[in-house]
């Protein structure tokens, strides 16, 4: 089965979680970008993103999934999207996803949901939404 999913971190092409859960099951990549408000965690080495009016840049990638979605457990996992759990970090959600060429489609998305964890740990607006940039930058 395939699925699509917008991303905006380390599972981007080019970054340690695409190669380490998506390179061999992509089949397309495509620049995107969701309407949230973007952080970096340092101390997690990778951004979060929460509900806001920012732009936030990242790629739409349509995997190759088997029957049981596996690639899509990984992720969550990942994540660490347990439903229902007070361990909760992201919530995968479907969003709406601006491509570039003005079109919209809804995609899951993994928005943070952890509320203590950024009241209690160091985190760093990203203003113009675009992790990949932020990180070039440092």
């Given at each position: 089965?395939?699925?699509?999913?917008?991303?905006?971190?380390?599972?981007?092409?080019?970054?340690?979680?695409?190669?380490?859960?998506?390179?061999?099951?992509?089949?397309?990549?495509?620049?995107?970008?969701?309407?949230?408000?973007?952080?970096?965690?340092?101390?997690?080495?990778?951004?979060?993103?929460?509900?806001?009016?920012?732009?936030?840049?990242?790629?739409?990638i349509e995997i190759k999934?088997?029957?049981?979605?596996?690639?899509?457990?990984?992720?969550?996992?990942?994540?660490?999207?347990?439903?229902?759990?007070?361990?909760?970090?992201?919530?995968?959600?479907?969003?709406?996803?601006?491509?570039?060429?003005?079109?919209?489609?809804?995609?899951?998305?993994?928005?943070?949901?952890?509320?203590?964890?950024?009241?209690?740990?160091?985190?760093?607006?990203?203003?113009?939404?675009?992790?990949?940039?932020?990180?070039?930058?440092?």
């Open positions: 089965m395939k699925c699509k999913m917008f991303v905006y971190g380390t599972l981007m092409k080019g970054y340690h979680n695409y190669d380490k859960y998506l390179k061999h099951k992509a089949l397309s990549h495509k620049k995107a970008y969701i309407e949230g408000c973007m952080y970096h965690l340092p101390s997690k080495k990778c951004p979060a993103v929460i509900d806001g009016n920012d732009k936030v840049y990242g790629q739409v999934d088997d029957e049981n979605g596996t690639t899509l457990k990984e992720v969550d996992y990942l994540e660490r999207y347990f439903d229902g759990s007070d361990e909760i970090m992201y919530t995968r959600e479907v969003r709406d996803v601006y491509y570039e060429d003005g079109t919209i489609e809804k995609i899951n998305v993994y928005i943070f949901k952890n509320d203590k964890f950024l009241k209690d740990n160091e985190t760093i607006y990203i203003k113009n939404g675009n992790w990949h940039d932020y990180n070039l930058k440092k």
